[in-house]
């Protein structure tokens, strides 16, 4: 396993641990997940954006990183584990 490999899984097993901790921190990725804005989510969720920020800021200081984009890969690729991948004719 390459340094980057490890990295990574080691990101995807901290997000894991944060969203297993937090319903709310659960329905705020799925939410980015959909492309929506931090305003929007907050909408959506009725809490306010200084909130969302809030939940933002400790996901990144866990992860170590504070990029929008790597949160979502890192998310997708755990959605992406999880969901059973349909099997083909030719499978």
């Not at 641990?17 to 709310?24: A, D, F, H, I, V």
């Not at 200081?61 to 949160?71: E, I, K, P, S």
């Amino acid at each position: 396993m390459t340094n980057k490999q490890h990295d990574e899984s080691t990101e995807e097993q901290r997000l894991r641990l944060l969203l297993s901790r937090s319903p709310t921190r659960q329905r705020l990725v799925s939410l980015m997940l959909k492309g929506m804005s931090r305003k929007a989510i907050a909408a959506e969720m009725g809490r306010s954006p200084h909130t969302i920020d809030a939940h933002l800021k400790v996901m990144y200081r866990t992860l170590g990183f504070g990029d929008r984009a790597r949160l979502m890969l890192i998310a997708l690729s755990i959605l992406e584990s999880t969901v059973p991948r349909n099997r083909g004719v030719d499978e």
